[in-house]
């Protein structure tokens, strides 16, 4: 089975079916509490943080917590779209 997977991007989304649009928000909301574990705990999730300085923490930081933003803008894109067809999300 072959998929385009540009269907799956965000300037995509009117190509997708509802139901592949709620998929992906239950899937970016996982990611969500996951980064938001690793901040809470981010020895358990990344071996070498005791040997990183406090610049190297800072922005594995910073970075997990950028991309807990843009999963946060890919959300609300597919809820947007959902309303746009009248869908509940």
């Known amino acids: 089975m072959n998929f385009d997977l540009q269907?799956?991007?965000?300037?995509?989304?009117?190509?997708?079916?509802?139901?592949?649009l709620r998929k992906?928000?239950?899937?970016?909301?996982?990611?969500i509490?996951?980064?938001?574990?690793?901040?809470?705990?981010?020895?358990?999730?990344?071996?070498?943080?005791?040997?990183?300085?406090?610049?190297?923490?800072?922005?594995?930081?910073w970075h997990w917590q950028h991309e807990i933003g843009n999963f946060e803008k890919s959300i609300q894109y597919r809820i947007d779209e959902l309303a746009k067809r009248g869908e509940q999300p």
């Open 7 to 20: 269907l799956f991007g965000e300037d995509a989304l009117e190509y997708q079916t509802p139901n592949q």
């Open 33 to 61: 509490n996951l980064h938001l574990a690793k901040i809470e705990n981010p020895d358990k999730f990344c071996k070498e943080w005791a040997s990183y300085d406090e610049g190297q923490r800072e922005g594995l930081l």
């Open 24 to 31: 992906g928000i239950r899937s970016l909301k996982k990611k």
